[in-house]
Structures are given as C-alpha cells and as structure tokens.
C-alpha cells in the first residue's frame, strides 16, 4: 500500500495550482457567479500550467501527469472556485479521456493535442432528459447512411454544450441490442445538425457552463465512430469510473475550502467576548470537518493511485465519490451554520459553497448510484 507522501513535484504542482486560483480565479468569482459567466478567458492561463491536458503522454501534447496529480489540481481550484475545477474536470475527464482512452490512432492525433494544449474545448453528451441514471435508456439514435452516421435526438445537462469545440456523444445504433447497441461518436462544432439548445439557470456551479445539446439529422463521417460499433456503453462505464475521482477531488478541495473559511470566520467573529471558534459546539464542528476532509483526501489519493497502477479501480472511485461528495454537502452546511446570518449572504464564501457542493452528489453518478456500485462489487468479492 502507498503511505501517500507527496514527491517535491506534487508538492510544487499544489502550490502552484493554489497560487494561480488565488491571483487568478479568487478576485472573479462573485462575478463570474453573478453573471453565469463561463471564464474563456482563463482556459490558456490554465493550459499554461498544463492544465488542460493533465494526464495526456507528452507525446500527444499533454502534460503527461498521473491521476494523482489531477486530483491534487482539481482539489486546489475547487477549494476556490468549485465551478472552474469542474470545468477542468469536464474537459480532462470526459471528452478528452474518452478519445485518449478510444479514439483510433487518426483518432487521437486529430484531436487530442489540440484539446491537450486547450486551442480546443471538449464535451461529452451522456444524459437525456428521460436517461440519467438509466443511461441505457437514451433515445438519441445513429443510423448507418453509406460513408456516414446520421444522429438525431438531444442531450441534456452537458457541461461546455454551446462552447466545446469538439464533443464525444454516445447513441443507440442498435436499439435491439440494449445496452450493447450503443456507440459512441466524436462531432467537431459547426458540424451541420448539431447546435445548442437551453442554457441551463443553476442552483450553483454557475461559471460553468451547463448546456442542452441538439442533433437534427447531424450528418458526420463514418470514420467519427469511435472504437468499434456498440462498445460505447462499455467505454462510458470505465471513462465514468476514472472520471468519479476527479469529482471526488473536486469534492474534497470544496469541503477544504468551507472548512477554511468556517474556520477563519469562526476565530474572527466575537460573541459574549470571545471568539465563538473556543464555543465547544463550534470547536466540534470543525474538527470533524478537518478529520472527514482528510479521510476523503486519502480514499480520493488510494483510487487515483491504483489508476496509476493501471488497476480496477471500479470499487474505489465509487467509495471516494460517495464519501468525499457527502462530507462536502455537511462541511458547507456547517460553514454556512458557523457563519450564521452573515452565511446566508453572497458577501461571504460559505453562501457559495453552500450552493455548489450538491452537484457533487448528482453528476457523474448520484449517490444512489454509487451505493448501487459499491453493493455490487462487494457482493461479486
């Protein structure tokens, strides 16, 4: 087993990261939260860090970082701004990892540099309006028409779905089949038949853009059909099952950052003439926070670890997600109790988190979902 000590590269890579969210992103989140604004302009300051390609080979033009130095990155831009690290882990995580992971050879060097070196923005389009958990049941379809695939349906909730320079979408090209006649297929912006629907008016997580996506007789070549006919729900299950630590680490640097900023206020804010962070109510709160924080950090670490390892990671990630997810929701509801009044106000940080943090328990499998997993493989052990 790993004991998780950090190399003076990860160290450098946290501090870095930490110090670009706190020039960068800190002064703007307000606004950007205010104003449902999607940050372009901050995309090549974090391809700069390598950011946008964290765990691409070299060779193909990404920074060629292990899976725990993507979660080390995404934990520190969510402990400011969770909206931007899942912006990140979009990008990193799904649409990418996707044609990293399935792409053909042509595949691949068509797209994933650009993506890597963020010239290029990806998007993945998973879930329908009457398939969210139930990605099976998606009504999207693919029909053969001689050198081509013709796509007709919508997605739904699709972070990046009106800016995404290329998007990776999954549909049934066998309705026969279930889920075995699903595929998946990689669609470039400006393709004809393929536009953006709905803007989405959030509870949290405003900066990041969250997008309906429409295929009308979106006409693409047969080469876009990524791996082989009907393998898309199998590529979706182990993309999701990497993708599950990225939340997770979004998770944690989120409850990192309430419980911070709980902290701070609670040695600030004086009642009865001491500061209510020596009250014992108050005191319990925060310990508990900072043991659960660290305790979602390491299961977060062990799941990137054995992705590392090139090992099954299935059980792990769904742990890491389920809990780091969980003990996010209780950290910003605490933060926003510590804060009292003044939580309930956008002057303060805690009101943010507050709303943030219950993505984490829906996207990428909701928490209902990863207990159905985790009862799954610990009962096939």
Known sequence: MPDFALTDD???LARSVRAFAEAEM???VRAWDDAQHFPHELLPKLANLGLMGIQIPEALGGAGMSAVDYCLALEELARVDPSISLSVAAHNGLGL???AMYGSEAQKARYVPVLAAGD???AWGLTEAGSGSDAAAMRTTARRDGDHWVLDGSKCFITHGASADILVVMAVTDRTKGAKGISAFVIERGTPGLAAGKKED???MRASETVEVLLQGCRIPAENLIGEEGQGFIQTLQVLDAGRIGIAALAVGLAQGAYE???TYAFERKQFGVAIGTFPSIREKLVAHAANVQAAR???????WLKDQGRRMTLESSMAKLYASEIAVRASEDAVQIHGGYGFVKDYPAEKFFRDV????IGEGTSEIQRLVIARQLLAA
Do not use: D, S, V
């Open 298 to 304: 390491l299961l977060t670490l062990r799941a990137a």
């Open 97 to 99: 990892a996707h044609l």
């Open 10 to 12: 990860q160290r450098l």
């Open 202 to 204: 959030k509870l949290g």
């Open 358 to 361: 219950k993505l984490t328990t």
């Open 261 to 263: 900023c709980a902290r």
């Open 120 to 122: 290029k923005l990806a």
């Open 26 to 28: 800190a002064p703007h």
